[in-house]
């Protein structure tokens, strides 16, 4: 046996330091969105829930997050059965839901939509993008997905768009490429039969969200604002500040269900 796997995370590593300059443009829309006292909403469907999790509840996780998270869309883990894969990939193919979730929320100026798609081409998350760009087009809108699988496979969505086209269009449109190859998986087994296993879309994509983590502390920090970002609690650290960290999180998702400064959305 011979393992190969780690030598592919070269592959994130360079992939993500080649997107330096974008991902400090992202992160300034981050800290304009967070300085504001506003939010940074990150939507997913599907395993990409893992990445907005990582964003919004997490060591080192900054407040000012929002999930945009549906259970119907993102609960699938027990893999058969009345909450199963199979239903839950159904339920991703159904145009219109993008306009359903946004309408639960109020957004203000300039606060940000990312969604996460591992391959850019799902109908769910291809939706919500184009109905984010609808609404509110002078807001940024972020991707995380495969640059490659979005801009070359076919788009599902009856627009014919995938995440790279809607970005792409956008007035403030920034893709964030997970460098995953095409298909995801990155690694070929050959035996007695010849499988391919080891998907790296999560992995660029955490990377990704923890490198926005770390250029937008710092560009809040250059701004002389001072930020709640959680710390390890289990340590028993007297710095620890789960407590006020908790507690502007509560302030900020409020202002999502009923904002003052509440942008009117284009409706056609």
Known sequence: MNLTFPLQLDRIRDGVLAQQSRLIAVAKCFADAIAAGGLVHVYANGHSRVTVEEMCVRMGALTGFHPLLAQALANFTDVVGADSLRLNQAIE???GLGAKILDEF???SGEPLV???ATGQTQAAVDIAIEFNR???DNPLITITSLQQSREAPPKHSSGKTLYHVVNGA???FLLDNC???GDVAVTVEGNQTYRVCPLSNIGALTLVHSLNELTIQELDSRGIKHHVLQNMHLGQTQVN???WLSDQRGRYARAL???NRLTPIRE
């Open 93 to 95: 193919r159904v145009e």
């Open 106 to 108: 109020e957004f203000a």
């Open 115 to 117: 969604v996460v798609s």
């Open 135 to 137: 609404r509110y087009p």
């Open 171 to 173: 007035k403030r449109g």
């Open 180 to 182: 995953m190859p095409m």
């Open 242 to 244: 789960y407590d006020d």
């Open 258 to 260: 009923s904002n003052p």
